[in-house]
């Protein structure tokens, strides 16, 4: 006997709906409004209890949607021949197999037309973009052409591709921090960072007694400054300080390196010292590095000042500045635009001879030669160096006139343009010979006014004769629109007590120091008298 199984059991226990047999696929028809659509039976599985929903009637409102939606095709494909009649319509039954073949060809000649436009547009794009790559690329190399002799006559470096410097190497002097001074070209202190970094590295093998090359430098120095360093960089440092290293070109130098042999020449580089008598060898220390950092930093700005004094001597009128009074540059010397240092000569590496021209054999084979051929050959020479002499030269060119006025001017005096002018020169003379203490003690004048008004203004709402020196700089501090400390806000008020004694006063009692104010005097007078006595000190 069989032993019966648990899905046996529950199959006998609980009936389940049938298998229903596959169901064809029903064809899609139209429903016919004569005749409407017979109302399918709802299956009810056994053991289901739901009722079956009526199936709803349709309505005059609400007609009975179609069996199967139509197709929407776009305007422009409405017209084809495949869109006269919709699938499974009346209409369609009525194309006869004579007319499938006429549509068919009419449908292959439209879409043959919309290919033959759609060809002739790109064609006529692909010409228009062509035309426009060829103008580009003459505009392209007529720019490349003109540009880098522009930028050449104007004294500015002319980047690759004709390009100019960045912002921030042409005004790099107009956004130095602090007041106005000697300030360096951005290339020049660019060169004074590549000399620091260059007398570091000599320094370090120059100490553990290691031969400094340029290999080793270069690396060195571009580690540190992130910027290429080459033999050219070697060559200005080098103008600008001579007796900084010496050059040579030596051989059988340990390298370690695959790429270079032991014996070919290499540039190493020795700084040059000062030897005290009797004593060891020196070393290259930190005060040794600094010093030579100075003298380097000095030696630049004295190549700004001998472009500085060329361009004074060009002005109209000319001006003459002494050196050791000389705190800035003049207002209208550009800096930046100072044209870079030409390297000096490096040692190159002794080339073996060899006979690259054709004089040079010659010259060779002059030993081996007849005295009479040797003779022919001078006699050509001789003719072709007189065949090839410049003529007589011609008669000087005139001298230049002077510059016309612009015409702005015209029909001014003369003479009062050159008295503008020396004025003009005699003040931007002042601005260039000013002291730091000069120009800081500008500063605050230039700020007294406004300062004058606001030390009122903290009186009046405090309602006292007077004020300690810290509540009132403490108070001028935090009403001033620019962030000045309490202590260089105590330097105005001290000196506007000494340019104003009869407005403003200072008492010393015991430890502290009082600020009193006249506040019954008028305010738009002590404000014309700070801004004259401002005037007066600016024009000395």
């Given at each position: 006997m069989a032993q019966p199984r648990l899905t046996d059991f529950f199959a006998r226990r609980r009936p389940g709906p049938r298998a229903a047999p596959p169901r064809a696929k029903p064809a899609w028809r139209t429903p016919s409004p004569a005749k409407p659509a017979p109302p399918t039976p709802a299956r009810t599985p056994g053991g289901s209890r739901k009722r079956a929903r009526p199936p709803a009637e349709p309505t005059r409102d609400h007609p009975a949607p179609p069996a199967r939606r139509r197709l929407r095709l776009p305007a422009d494909t409405v017209s084809s021949p495949s869109a006269l009649a919709a699938p499974g319509s009346p209409e369609e039954a009525t194309l006869s197999a004579g007319q499938v073949p006429c549509l068919a060809a009419q449908e292959d000649k439209a879409s043959s037309k919309v290919t033959l436009s759609e060809l002739k547009s790109c064609l006529q794009r692909a010409r228009e973009l062509g035309a426009r790559a060829q103008e580009l690329k003459a505009s392209a190399q007529?720019?490349?052409?003109?540009?880098?002799?522009?930028?050449?006559?104007?004294?500015q470096p002319a980047g690759p591709c004709g390009q100019k410097a960045p912002a921030y190497q042409r005004f790099h002097a107009l956004a130095q921090p602090g007041p106005p001074g000697l300030v360096l070209p951005y290339k020049y202190q660019v060169l004074a960072e590549m000399f620091r970094s260059m007398d570091t590295i000599v320094g370090m093998l120059y100490n553990r007694s290691e031969t400094a090359t340029f290999a080793k430098v270069k690396q060195g120095v571009q580690d540190m400054m992130r910027k290429r360093f080459e033999e050219r960089n070697v060559g200005q440092i080098r103008?600008?300080?001579?007796?900084?290293?010496?050059?040579?070109?030596?051989?059988?130098?340990?390298?370690?390196?695959?790429?270079?042999?032991?014996?070919?020449?290499?540039?190493?580089?020795?700084?040059?010292?000062?030897?005290?008598?009797?004593?060891?060898?020196?070393?290259?220390?930190?005060?040794?590095?600094l010093r030579r950092r100075q003298v380097f930093g000095q030696n630049l700005v004295e190549r700004v000042r001998e472009h500085h004094r060329a361009f004074l001597a060009s002005l109209n009128p000319p001006m003459v500045v002494p050196e050791d009074q000389l705190t800035r540059w003049h207002p209208h010397f550009n800096v930046d635009e100072v044209p870079d240092i030409e390297p000096a000569e490096l040692p190159q590496p002794p080339t073996t001879e060899k006979l690259a021209t054709a004089q040079e054999v010659l010259a060779r084979a002059r030993s081996l030669?007849?005295?009479?051929?040797?003779k022919a050959l001078s006699d050509l020479a001789l003719r072709t160096a007189k065949s090839g002499s410049p003529g007589s030269p011609g008669p000087a060119p005139p001298a230049t006139p002077p510059a016309a006025p612009p015409a702005a001017l015209k029909g001014v005096s003369q003479d009062l343009l050159e008295r503008v002018r020396r004025k003009q020169a005699q003040k931007q003379l002042a601005q260039m010979t000013r002291q730091p203490e000069q120009e800081r003690r500008l500063q605050r004048l230039e700020r007294l006014p406004e300062l004058a008004r606001v030390l009122r203004g903290i009186f009046v709402s405090e309602r006292k004769p007077a004020l300690t020196m810290e509540v009132a700089c403490a108070r001028m501090a935090g009403s001033y629109r620019a962030a000045l400390s309490p202590g260089e806000m105590e330097k105005h008020v001290q000196l506007l007590s000494e340019l104003l004694p009869d407005w403003l006063s200072l008492h010393r009692v015991r430890a502290d120091t009082y600020v009193k104010l006249d506040k019954a005097a008028d305010l738009a007078g002590v404000l014309a008298r700070l801004a004259h006595l401002a005037r007066a000190e600016a024009a000395l």
């Amino acid at each position: 006997m069989a032993q019966p199984r648990l899905t046996d059991f529950f199959a006998r226990r609980r009936p389940g709906p049938r298998a229903a047999p596959p169901r064809a696929k029903p064809a899609w028809r139209t429903p016919s409004p004569a005749k409407p659509a017979p109302p399918t039976p709802a299956r009810t599985p056994g053991g289901s209890r739901k009722r079956a929903r009526p199936p709803a009637e349709p309505t005059r409102d609400h007609p009975a949607p179609p069996a199967r939606r139509r197709l929407r095709l776009p305007a422009d494909t409405v017209s084809s021949p495949s869109a006269l009649a919709a699938p499974g319509s009346p209409e369609e039954a009525t194309l006869s197999a004579g007319q499938v073949p006429c549509l068919a060809a009419q449908e292959d000649k439209a879409s043959s037309k919309v290919t033959l436009s759609e060809l002739k547009s790109c064609l006529q794009r692909a010409r228009e973009l062509g035309a426009r790559a060829q103008e580009l690329k003459a505009s392209a190399q007529r720019k490349d052409a003109g540009e880098p002799r522009v930028l050449e006559d104007q004294g500015q470096p002319a980047g690759p591709c004709g390009q100019k410097a960045p912002a921030y190497q042409r005004f790099h002097a107009l956004a130095q921090p602090g007041p106005p001074g000697l300030v360096l070209p951005y290339k020049y202190q660019v060169l004074a960072e590549m000399f620091r970094s260059m007398d570091t590295i000599v320094g370090m093998l120059y100490n553990r007694s290691e031969t400094a090359t340029f290999a080793k430098v270069k690396q060195g120095v571009q580690d540190m400054m992130r910027k290429r360093f080459e033999e050219r960089n070697v060559g200005q440092i080098r103008t600008v300080y001579p007796a900084s290293y010496r050059f040579r070109q030596e051989r059988d130098v340990p390298t370690f390196k695959d790429g270079v042999k032991r014996s070919d020449y290499q540039l190493t580089i020795e700084p040059l010292l000062d030897q005290e008598a009797g004593s060891t060898a020196p070393q290259l220390t930190a005060s040794h590095l600094l010093r030579r950092r100075q003298v380097f930093g000095q030696n630049l700005v004295e190549r700004v000042r001998e472009h500085h004094r060329a361009f004074l001597a060009s002005l109209n009128p000319p001006m003459v500045v002494p050196e050791d009074q000389l705190t800035r540059w003049h207002p209208h010397f550009n800096v930046d635009e100072v044209p870079d240092i030409e390297p000096a000569e490096l040692p190159q590496p002794p080339t073996t001879e060899k006979l690259a021209t054709a004089q040079e054999v010659l010259a060779r084979a002059r030993s081996l030669m007849s005295p009479r051929m040797e003779k022919a050959l001078s006699d050509l020479a001789l003719r072709t160096a007189k065949s090839g002499s410049p003529g007589s030269p011609g008669p000087a060119p005139p001298a230049t006139p002077p510059a016309a006025p612009p015409a702005a001017l015209k029909g001014v005096s003369q003479d009062l343009l050159e008295r503008v002018r020396r004025k003009q020169a005699q003040k931007q003379l002042a601005q260039m010979t000013r002291q730091p203490e000069q120009e800081r003690r500008l500063q605050r004048l230039e700020r007294l006014p406004e300062l004058a008004r606001v030390l009122r203004g903290i009186f009046v709402s405090e309602r006292k004769p007077a004020l300690t020196m810290e509540v009132a700089c403490a108070r001028m501090a935090g009403s001033y629109r620019a962030a000045l400390s309490p202590g260089e806000m105590e330097k105005h008020v001290q000196l506007l007590s000494e340019l104003l004694p009869d407005w403003l006063s200072l008492h010393r009692v015991r430890a502290d120091t009082y600020v009193k104010l006249d506040k019954a005097a008028d305010l738009a007078g002590v404000l014309a008298r700070l801004a004259h006595l401002a005037r007066a000190e600016a024009a000395l």
